[in-house]
């Protein structure tokens, strides 16, 4: 079973920027797709972004396109979502999740294998 763990949340003043981090436990890591989802009160988990396994193809949803850069290093078994431009609507819990098909951008949650348990973002107006 795969662990993965979310920090680096926060609270921040729109426009500002935050950098999350999630780490994945195993030894297969390189191999997954990897993905971003949030889920503010009261609606339902959304897609954010998500990256393959090499050559690390990356898609992200219409409204964060352009603000935030999904990335990865799989010699530290993480993936990393740089938030910047950050506004009110932005605020959510994020949750990493990973999929064993590491070649499919996979933008449903249905998708993906493993999640973690979530990093709060709250970005004031």
């Known amino acids: 079973q795969v662990q993965l763990v979310e920090s680096g949340g926060g609270l921040v003043q729109a426009g500002n920027s935050l950098r999350l981090f999630c780490v994945a436990s195993g030894r297969t890591f390189s191999s997954y797709a990897m993905g971003w989802f949030r889920q503010a009160p009261g609606k339902e988990r959304e897609f954010v972004a998500a990256?393959?396994?090499?050559?690390?193809?990356?898609d992200y949803a219409d409204s964060v396109k352009g603000r935030f850069t999904i990335s990865r290093d799989n010699a530290k078994n993480t993936v990393y979502l740089q938030m910047n431009s950050l506004k009110p609507e932005d605020t959510a819990v994020y949750y990493c999740a990973a999929s064993k098909d590491g070649l499919q951008i996979g933008v449903y949650s249905y998708k993906y294998d493993y999640w973690g348990q979530g990093t709060q973002v709250t970005v004031s107006s």
């Open positions: 990256i393959t396994r090499r050559p690390m193809h990356t």
